[in-house]
């Protein structure tokens, strides 16, 4: 601050700084809760999974028995666990929903877990990614 201090500027950046900290806590509430939902719900959300940077959420890795990060980012990483019976299908499936032939995305199939053995997953629907 410089002097003569200019009380209604020096109140307005106070004031500034105080929303802004305000804001950052709001967020990481709201991102908290929403990665305790996620984990939670033991729905696998597939936000991006077939996008360039191929992400998706933890709660995916925690379904087949893996850590947070475990999986790399890439979707053959996440294709590589489904059972080959299932595998092709639901390629095609994926390629009809990002072609808008479907509304909605919805895939049963079967995912192979960390500890061996597959696990049926129901991948819920979902908006076009």
Sequence with gaps: MTKPIDFPVALARIGTQ???KHAQEALKESEERYALAAR????????GIFR??????ASLEGYAGYEEGEIGDKPEEWF???HDADRERVKEEIAAHQ???TPHF???HRVLHK???FRWMLRPRGRRP
């Design 18 to 20: 105080l929303s802004h």
């Design 40 to 47: 939670g719900s033991n729905d696998g959300l597939w936000t």
């Design 52 to 57: 360039q940077r191929g992400a998706f959420l």
């Design 80 to 82: 590589d666990r489904i």
């Design 99 to 101: 072609k808008g032939s």
């Design 106 to 108: 919805e895939s049963e």
């Design 115 to 117: 500890e061996g053995g």
